[in-house]
């Protein structure tokens, strides 16, 4: 009689597998575990609070990446999580198109009694705004603000990011919109980059 060696034992690898599971199976357990999960909008760590006395010289407007920076002598003091208009591409061109301006303007007014918790108003449309909107025959907008949630709908807080909802402007959460209301004086300048 010959002697033959034993067989190694059969490894996940080298172990043959039936075409199709039985369902229930092992096979079909691990497949389960293996399915990516969908995605799931990332809402950033609360940082800490400008200190009382900050007061920033420049804001920076990042639409793609969704960010509001504070900046005080070309220095970033602090960075926002943002909403923007429902049509988020794209320059701001006419009154009703969702879209939020793209360009550099100055914020020159403050509305401590809007519908929203506090708004900075953004200096859109500026006189290019206005002209190429005026030989299209339409409005160019305006009432661009930088804003909190809606009058009582401040519980939503940062869950309110998870979409852009806004009819153009940039909006944060009420205790954001506090924070940047007491920091940013009106003159100050607003770069919008798509």
Not at 11 to 21: I, K, L, Q
């Amino acid at each position: 009689m010959e002697k033959t060696a034993p067989e190694p034992p059969k490894t996940p690898e080298t172990a043959e597998t039936p075409e199709t599971p039985p369902p229930g199976s092992a096979a079909d357990q691990v497949a389960l575990l293996e399915t990516p999960a969908p995605p799931v909008a990332k809402i950033p760590i609360p940082t800490p609070p400008l200190p009382a006395n900050s007061i920033v010289n420049r804001i920076l407007v990042e639409k793609k990446a969704r960010r509001l920076t504070l900046f005080r002598n070309n220095k970033p003091v602090k960075t926002y999580a943002i909403a923007l208009g429902r049509q988020p591409e794209g320059h701001k061109q006419f009154e009703g198109d969702n879209k939020t301006p793209e360009g550099r303007y100055v914020i020159d007014a403050r509305k401590k009694n809007s519908s929203f918790h506090r708004a900075l108003h953004i200096s859109y449309p500026s006189t290019k705004d206005v002209a190429f909107a005026a030989r299209q025959k339409k409005s160019a907008g305006g009432n661009i603000m930088i804003h909190g949630l809606p009058n009582g709908m401040g519980a939503l807080g940062p869950l309110h990011r998870l979409r852009d909802w806004t009819a153009g402007c940039i909006a944060v959460t009420n205790a954001e919109i506090e924070e940047i209301w007491r920091a940013v004086p009106d003159g100050t300048p607003v770069e919008i980059r798509p």
